[in-house]
């Protein structure tokens, strides 16, 4: 079964860090774009980042560069997601996805993990 | 930077055909996609590169994609397609590009 699984998500404080973690299974990952997504409480998807099959391509929506990135481990089948300098509006549901958004879209998601910035 | 806009709502009756669209600067020249999702779970695409339909995705989903416009189209319309629905695009310069969503009601 194709499957995608994230973590790392909590209560972390305005400010603090967090790294999001995806577990892909069911198809080889090394073949695939992967894509983060986020959904703020009651809001609409936005996209955060999305890297190429091999590491070596990475995009960031412009609000985000700088304070978030993104990689990944072939060997690992996993996908990752650092973020630094939290602020209250980066609370919410972040979404793992294979796809980069492209012609394609975005074919098979994770069930999200929860990140809440709050003091 | 780049955008798409969905109508907040769409009503429609069970049986009807709706019709959700979203707009975007010459949005015909891009590849858009669509996405359903369900209260507290994740979504899912409906239809890829305009038209196309995933594996499993009934037939009374379809897509096009023209001008500004693209529309989703969900024929006989049942009360398991009430969802929030997506638009989604590519553009060079912002990347990847979600509608705001609409929200569809089957009553």
């Known amino acids: 079964e194709v499957q995608l699984v994230e973590s790392g998500g909590g209560l972390v404080q305005p400010g603090g860090s967090l790294r999001l973690s995806c577990a892909a299974s069911?198809?080889?990952?090394?073949?695939?774009?992967m894509s983060w997504v986020r959904q703020a409480p009651g809001k609409g998807l936005e996209w955060v980042a999305n890297?190429?099959?091999?590491?070596?391509?990475?995009y960031y929506v412009d609000s985000m560069k700088g304070r978030f990135t993104i990689s990944r481990d072939n060997a690992k089948n996993s996908l990752y997601l650092q973020m630094n300098s939290l602020r209250a509006e980066d609370t919410a549901v972040y979404y793992c996805?294979?796809?980069?958004?492209?012609?394609?879209?975005?074919?098979?998601w994770g069930q999200g993990t929860t990140v809440t910035v709050s003091s | 930077s780049y955008e798409l806009t969905q109508p907040p709502s769409v009503s429609v009756s069970p049986g009807q055909t709706a019709s959700i669209t979203c707009s975007g600067d010459?949005?015909?020249?891009?590849?858009a996609c669509w996405y359903q999702q369900k209260p507290g779970q994740s979504p899912v695409v409906v239809i890829y590169?305009?038209?196309k339909r995933p594996s499993g995705i009934p037939e009374r989903f379809s897509g096009s994609n023209s001008g500004n416009t693209a529309t989703l189209t969900i024929s006989g319309t049942q009360a398991m397609d009430e969802a929030d629905y997506y638009c989604?695009?590519?553009?060079?310069?912002?990347?990847?590009?979600f509608g705001g969503g609409t929200k569809l009601t089957v009553l």
């Open positions: 989604q695009a590519w553009d060079s310069s912002t990347g990847v590009v």
């Open positions: 996805a294979r796809g980069s958004g492209a012609d394609y879209g975005m074919d098979v």
């Open positions: 010459k949005l015909g020249d891009k590849y």
């Open positions: 590169r305009d038209s």
């Open positions: 890297i190429k099959q091999d590491g070596s391509e990475k």
């Open positions: 069911g198809f080889t990952f090394s073949s695939y774009w």
